[in-house]
């Protein structure tokens, strides 16, 4: 038992904390003021191709991917202090390339696609010259039970056709998005996880349409946005089905495994933000002669953030060494576990940090309220937390009798 | 003890029930499509003044005002269930002229305004013409220690000078907004709650600039809006000081009683729609082949929701009976203990169905999300939780010994 | 709508409240140290009966029936706040003859009693000159699913039959318990609300046997006590049954009703007690050279606690009144959520203040540890708090389209 | 960063844990009833005496002692796993000779004692043929402040003079206690820390008396137990003072580290235990035609009991690494950290598991009823939870400017 990282680890460890630190939180006002004073909103303010560029060449680049070929060749343990320091600040992971739902989508190409699909639309991602977003969620069925879906790729000759409504398709608000990875209903006679297909569709492709953008409790996150994008008759070449029909769920649960860890490791970071803040604030603002940190339950709140903090990193990191080294399947209910666990802890922490800012807290002035958006809009993407806790009870009580 | 509201309070109930079910509810997405589709979100929908002229018509008009003179005439428990109904729809408490902060404007002014400052601002205040903001709180000082405040209001012969930065100054964006009442320091060397003075200023009045406008977790409540506002040598006849010169924290004592609990009353009814939502959602929605609502602990969570309502709600009367019988000073550990209990509780009810609607509830297409952006920001409105929390614990501990 | 309690009721207050300060507290700790120096802690202590005369003499006797009678005449919202006062102390309840379960019984008999067994067993009852037990919970079957139950009561001839083993037998310890009454299964064909007796049993008929007694967390709660007890073909005359064959359930939930109210009352109490232990202890103890109320969360504390309890003491009076003015019918969602939300909340309460006084509130120095004790085991005694909470989301969600 | 354990650890793990699956588990009612059965429940049932023999026999005995010559040599974060397998069943720990207070009395012998001290009591202790107890806790002062500390150690000529009185002097009861290590002020003038002394006291020695037992949440634990115990002019050769006066700040802090987190490991098995039991019940019991675990929330908590045991597991090895890495010293932060949360969670889990088990779980049916007692104790000893929140709070906030 070691829980120290490995001297790689350590080495990347210092290189990005250290860019974060110098390059991207001294620069996160400037972003967000020329994000929001552009006439449009959806346009990336030059200084994010800036701090690309300058990661980029720091070889602070697709940090998650294990691939040598492709990406810097970590663990997922190795990656996750990385991600966790991306999660610092909400246009981090952009500037090292390493945001979602890019990186899932890049996974997706890299051990699914096609040689082609890699060269068309793997590698201008990894260069960040494109994004991309993941249709899979509906409006009209329980996303949380995928074998609900509705949207249908169904086979006419050598084509695939495309119909259905998806939501929560993060990304496609992006001036740079070029595809997306749809998944619909193929073969509703086939073994119920044999059913859907993924299919590669470029964003020009005729019959896709974004119908709106979504706000996440007040927010747009642009210029990604969440989108609902119909699909209307969209017909593409039989090979733009990544691995062949029917592989949807196989690919999916490779797909969101990695997924949903990295969402946590990077709201471990938000965390630990929000608490540097909060502590701050705790220790420079002043109410009825003393600093907050003096007043009330405060100083308990922050030793509770502290501790809640700590535990789920560790929890984070046993389960990326789970991914490690038992594979994906070996650490489903560690996965299961941080999803339910993670966010929810991280929502009551930025909760806790908002409070003690007072009104600021409530505005944009801090980046808190984001992070309030985004850690409680992770309590619902990739599976809402009563899901993964249906996974963890269901887990625990197999080697029970059980008789429902 | 009979906990049945009153033949008159019954009445109004009904009628208020119904013109809420009728005609407001109905018209909600009708409102809010068109706020966000005008051209200019600060300017106010017609549908707006229909509803609002409905309203008067029907006698639903300034029900919050104890003084039968200009309103109702109804007790503060009486009112209570009535704001309830009004709190269910975000929209709802303009159309009754029921909105804060005019409601707690026009108390300051019906019981301390000169005949002048009445006729000129209180009238058409509540005739539903002109809107105000209230100036309290600043940027640079904990709020929630109203002795900090560092804007000034000094006599200069016949004039009264004004100078600082307020902000979270409610109400300030909208396009009818025509005075505010101003809070600031006018003798430093008097009683600690006798240095302030409250100066009615009329929006136009030069020096007054609203710097910008906050968002509240990512809404911006137009056509309200909460304004960031600078006071630069704002010149006024000195009889724009409301009640004299140092008798702003008595006045603001007044105020913030029935303003507190009117908040709490408005987030009884927005419980109370979010759990309908929740309820409606749980037996609709179906996942894994059942309704929600026989899912996980999804009726724990609907029980525990209405048990919560309902001894807020309790509370929430038996503080305004206190008021009723026992007055402002009778009351005062009755306000704090629902001013620091029911916005959380609300909270946590809204988070509740938020996540039971999962994507949708984060988005638009529900109030819910802006539910929870209120509620929220009234866990530091008027006070945050801790402030009230000190102040419940300091009675409760006033009868024992202390040392400190 | 009027909080305030009915002169009658004001008056009994006064004089409860007054007899528990002077009579009952000031000899708490004689009592104990009297019940647990005898040899035999399933004795009396002297004192009981001494006390017991003083409140009988003083008209503070049987005030739980509403009965004129036999008892006060008080409704149930004119009883609860005497309930309360007796809750303070985890002996008064007998000293004023209002202790559980023989209140229970004692209406069981007054409502569904024969004349004879009105004469033989209601009058020493409601005298205190004799105790009893209810036996209807059963070690083998879930006894939160009624219609488990497992023992029988079988009609032979002229006589009934009963066999079966019930546990959590309250009172069933005490020296001068005569009589219990017991649940068991007569007609296994009838209608599911209709095959259960219940039977009064004198406790030494043939046949029955205490097998042995419970302790709870720790504590028998002598002289009570709760006992499992067989019942091995114990024969009685048929007019034993109460009320007639198959009327068991329906006697049930009359009794159940105000059972389980006047344990929520006294709760309310204990929390009571127990905050007042909690404030004295933080003004009293120093540590780090402060009183305890000035460290940490303390105050906060304190302040939850104070605004935890009088929310559930208006629920619990609100509940009261819809049993006096809308009938056990028109109350039994009330008095599930009460049942679930105030033996929970005082747990917690008494929880805190045995933790403010360290290692002195987990021994018997001061009455927290009986009163976390007990407000534990009502979590589940009368219905685990799961299955009320239950009851409330069914209620709530009958106005919905229920699928399941 | 590798969570697996190392081989000579995981050796043991299996071990340890057949050991407590087939010897102890099997026996654990035989020797309760055994304990209960006695006319002195201040007796050791043989049976303990065999399983200690065995446990010897097997080699495994004393690992929880890092001391090669004495004990197995192993890291703590070896011996964590371990603990927690002991902390299974309440009498585990003594079989393995590693139960509290003896385990760190023997640390504090073996770092401290003289050759004379170790030879004639650290070896019986180590043999497990005697027992210890630590006076350290006062009734009169907030032993959450140790520094208040009243009673005295007194160098007069050749001999020093201890006066005073303490409590929760657990082990003392035990038949084969023959010695306590007391600590008193000697020096009132001395710096802060230096003020105090450790004397080993045997229990026969004149003054010492044991005034009574004091229950938790009424177990009185036989037949260790938890003394009040009066010092009164108790005189001992000057070299009874361990490692000579003013030193008793320094061992207890030594000594109190690897305490606290032998305890929070024996808690996370404890919590598992409960688990167990709880999962158990909830597949095999029934109510309304279904397994508990498919009612209500059921799952949920059994899903969250695994998440926070999962996370606290991983807490307290983490510290314990730190400890075996850093030293106490770089682990002071973590050991707060997990005392603090720890036993918190596991009372929440265990009175998770008493719910499910209905009445059973608060009888001695189950040892879950003793683990409640267990585990709340064990938020007051060694520090209470706010004590330790304090220290992470102080930690937390160290780098940042404080102005109090």
Redesign the interface.
């Known amino acids: 038992?070691?829980?120290?990282?490995?001297p790689r680890?350590q080495e990347y460890i210092e290189r990005v904390a250290a860019f974060v630190d110098t390059e991207v939180l001294p620069r996160e006002r400037e972003y967000l003021d020329a994000l929001r004073g552009q006439a449009d909103r959806w346009a990336v303010p030059p200084l994010m191709e800036e701090l690309k560029a300058k990661a980029r060449e720091r070889g602070l680049w697709n940090l998650f991917l294990p691939d040598e070929r492709y990406g810097a060749g970590l663990g997922v343990?190795?990656y996750a202090p990385l991600a966790e320091l991306m999660g610092r600040s909400l246009i981090a992971p952009e500037v090292f390339n390493c945001n979602a739902p890019d990186t899932g989508n890049a996974e997706v190409l890299l051990h699914h696609g096609s040689a082609e699909q890699r060269e068309r639309w793997l590698e201008p991602l990894l260069e960040g010259r494109v994004r991309s977003a993941f249709c899979m969620?509906e409006?009209d069925v329980?996303?949380?039970?995928a074998t609900?879906m509705a949207a249908t790729a169904v086979l006419d000759g050598e084509e695939v056709v495309l119909n259905g409504r998806k939501?929560?398709s993060t990304g496609i608000g992006h001036p740079n998005c070029r595809f997306v990875i749809f998944m619909g209903l193929t073969d509703p006679d086939a073994d119920r996880l044999r059913r859907h297909s993924m299919v590669l569709v470029p964003v020009d492709t005729p019959g896709v349409r974004i119908e709106r953008m979504?706000?996440?409790?007040?927010?747009h996150d642009e210029p990604y946005g969440h989108g609902e994008v119909s699909f209307t008759d969209v017909r593409l070449p039989r090979d733009a089905i990544i691995a062949g029909p029917g592989r949807g769920f196989e690919i999916a649960q490779g797909r969101l495994g990695p997924g949903r860890i990295h969402h946590c490791m990077r709201l471990i970071g938000m965390a630990e933000r929000a608490?540097e803040l909060a502590?701050?604030r705790?220790?420079?603002?002043?109410?009825?002669g003393?600093?907050?940190?003096?007043?009330?339950?405060?100083?308990?709140?922050?030793?509770?953030a502290?501790?809640a903090i700590?535990?789920?990193r560790?929890?984070v990191?046993?389960t990326a060494?789970?991914l490690d080294?038992a594979g994906a399947l070996g650490a489903v209910g560690?996965l299961s576990?941080v999803k339910?666990?993670v966010p929810a802890m991280v929502q009551e922490v930025v909760?806790m940090a908002?409070?003690m800012h007072?009104?600021?807290?409530?505005?944009?002035d801090t980046p808190l309220?984001?992070f309030?958006?985004t850690a409680?809009?992770l309590?619902?993407?990739d599976g809402?937390?009563?899901v993964h806790?249906?996974v963890?009870?269901?887990l625990?009580?197999a080697?029970?009798?059980?008789?429902?």
């Open positions: 038992m070691d829980f120290a990282h490995s680890a343990a190795e969620t409006p329980a996303s949380s039970d609900n939501w929560w979504l706000p996440v409790l007040g927010y608490l502590c701050r705790a220790t420079e603002r002043t109410a009825f003393k600093p907050l940190a003096n007043l009330g339950g405060n100083r308990e709140r922050i030793a509770r502290r501790i700590d535990q789920a560790l929890h990191l046993h060494w789970l080294t560690a576990q339910a666990a909760d908002v409070q007072g009104g600021a807290g409530l505005s944009d309220a984001g309030l958006s409680r809009a309590r619902l993407a809402p937390d009563e806790l249906g963890v009870a269901k625990e009580l080697a029970y009798r059980e008789r429902a």
